[in-house]
């Protein structure tokens, strides 16, 4: 454990790292308020916080930057304040009680929120798609034995499976299998589904394997990335640019790593911390979306090392706290569970 003065010095670097992007010096640091030691003092501290692994000095002559370690410190060992940020509370105070719309809009449009407030890369994965319900539902014959279904949700979202056919099923029983299983699933949640009997058995048996093939489906993750460019502007290096767009296009990428650091009871994984090497010059700050002590999804940034945790902290925790809010509302509650008007 550091003792105070030499916690006093590296907070003081992180500080100043996260605000100017710049090496840390000595002499900057004496005129730190609350640092009362030498600039001799002070590089003899920031020289053994090098040597345990908290800093690093990129060239030898200038001053000195915080490693994932001297990040990990400074998270640790923050003292939890109130947000005084008043014009961000007030944009997210302000944002939700205006917020109209179907859920799969507020989520794009929290994503903007927190890019808006933090300049980084919004991560929101919202309520899995049983939350959304079927537009349409079409099998159709590609081959003799191979068919396709494709569904339509109320999200946007367009899924596909394919279906193994027996030869011996007609065109006609396939075009009314497609027919009976879209009037059956329309306006509902997969969950919601129920298949009457239609009076073709092999019809039947059709749409019951083609509902099996997407009710597996209904768990997927309705995932979110904003602001990924905003946020790249953060890095100097192009190919390291390249790494984390590259890798914030892959939802299940982002998806395992939201899920891996919440299930290892993190709110900060820094750097190489989350396990995803494309994204070990990033760090990302999480917190769950819980509405009626369910958890519905989870709001996160994304940004560099060289983030300003207190105030992503803040914010990401504000933000989730007033989207479980609003999901839990009725209007929300019940904004996809009732069947689509047909006039």
């Known amino acids: 454990?550091?003792?105070?003065?030499?916690?006093?010095?590296?907070?003081?670097?992180?500080?100043?790292?996260?605000?100017?992007?710049?090496?840390?010096?000595?002499?900057?640091?004496?005129?730190?308020?609350?640092?009362?030691v030498s600039s001799a003092t002070i590089r003899n501290d920031m020289a053994i916080l090098e040597q345990e692994g908290y800093?690093?000095?990129?060239?030898?002559?200038?001053?000195?930057?915080?490693?994932?370690?001297?990040?990990?410190?400074?998270?640790?060992?923050?003292?939890?304040?109130?947000?005084?940020?008043?014009?961000?509370?007030?944009?997210?105070?302000?944002?939700?009680r205006h917020s109209t719309g179907r859920v799969e809009e507020l989520l794009q449009q929290t994503a903007g929120l927190l890019t808006n407030i933090t300049n980084y890369a919004a991560l929101v994965v919202g309520p899995a798609a049983d939350v959304a319900t079927v537009r349409s539902v079409q099998i159709v014959r590609l081959a003799p034995h191979l068919a396709t279904v494709v569904v339509v949700l109320s999200s946007g979202v367009v899924q596909s499976?394919?279906?193994?056919?027996?030869?011996?099923?007609?065109?006609?029983q396939v075009l009314a299998a497609s027919a009976h299983l879209n009037a059956a699933a329309y306006g509902h949640v997969f969950s919601q589904v129920h298949l009457a009997p239609s009076g073709d058995p092999t019809a039947d048996g059709l749409c019951t394997t083609a509902l099996s093939l997407l009710v597996p489906h209904q768990s997927d993750a309705n995932v979110i990335v904003g602001g990924a460019a905003a946020m790249a502007q953060a890095f100097d290096a192009v190919d390291v640019v390249r790494s984390v767009l590259h890798t914030l296009e892959q939802q299940y990428v982002v998806v395992s790593l939201v899920r891996d650091v919440l299930d290892r009871g993190l709110s900060v994984a820094i750097g190489s911390e989350h396990g995803v090497e494309p994204l070990a010059a990033c760090s990302v700050v999480?917190?769950?979306?819980?509405?009626?002590?369910?958890?519905?999804?989870?709001?996160?940034?994304?940004?560099?090392?060289?983030?300003?945790?207190?105030?992503?902290?803040?914010?990401?925790?504000?933000?989730?706290?007033?989207?479980?809010r609003r999901l839990a509302d009725s209007s929300y509650g019940g904004s996809n569970n009732g069947a689509p008007s047909h006039g």
């Not at 915080?66 to 939890?80: A, I, N």
């Not at 914010?315 to 479980?324: F, N, P, R």
């Open 286 to 324: 999480v917190a769950p979306v819980m509405a009626d002590g369910e958890k519905l999804g989870t709001v996160g940034v994304l940004g560099p090392t060289r983030m300003n945790y207190p105030q992503a902290l803040a914010t990401v925790e504000a933000v989730s706290t007033q989207l479980g």
């Open 161 to 172: 499976e394919s279906v193994d056919l027996d030869e011996s099923i007609t065109d006609a």
């Open 55 to 96: 800093l690093v000095q990129p060239h030898t002559s200038a001053g000195r930057n915080p490693t994932d370690k001297g990040y990990r410190f400074f998270v640790d060992t923050m003292v939890p304040t109130r947000h005084d940020d008043r014009e961000a509370s007030e944009k997210i105070g302000s944002f939700f």
């Open 1 to 36: 454990m550091l003792d105070e003065r030499k916690t006093a010095i590296l907070r003081a670097v992180v500080q100043e790292y996260i605000a100017t992007g710049q090496p840390v010096g000595s002499a900057h640091i004496a005129k730190t308020a609350g640092i009362t």
